[in-house]
Every structure is written in C-alpha cells, then in structure tokens.
C-alpha cells in the first residue's frame, strides 16, 4: 500500500496528457531541452582549460568623457 506500483504512474501519466494535451507536453519539453542545452553550454564556456586561453573581454569604465563639441539638449514640444 505505501509503495507506488506502475500501473499509478501510468495513471497519472494518462491524466497529465489528458489535461494538458500533447502539443503543450511536447513544447514544454523542448524548452526544457534548451534550456538545460544553454545551461550546460554556458558552464562550458566559464571554465576554459588552462591549455586554451580564455578571450580577452573588453570593460567598460564608469567614467564617460565628455567631448567639448557636445551640446548637451532637451527636446520640448509645442502644446
């Protein structure tokens, strides 16, 4: 009695396809395929071998130069 036998997750299955239909199963698999396909690519792609070098990333600094030719204007409109 306290085990679940085969015939109930069969059941259960029957009641999942039936509820959500199989279009909607399918599509929620396949998401789920990709994502788990992104998730494992981008943990790949963070830990480089130390054989293979790692690109270089360019970063951005807080400061922003301001070019002496730039005015700086706000755009109203008539009303």
Request: aromatic share 6%; proline share 5%; no cysteine.
């Amino acid at each position: 009695m306290g085990s679940i036998s085969i015939w109930h997750w069969l059941i259960v299955l029957l009641i999942v396809v039936l509820v959500f239909g199989t279009k909607k199963l399918k599509n929620i698999g396949t998401d789920l395929g990709s994502a788990v396909k992104g998730f494992k690519d981008g943990v790949r792609d963070g830990t480089a071998s130390p054989a293979e070098p790692a690109a270089p990333t360019q970063q951005v600094g807080a400061a922003r130069t301001i070019d002496p030719g730039t005015v700086d204007v706000e755009a109203k409109t008539k009303s």
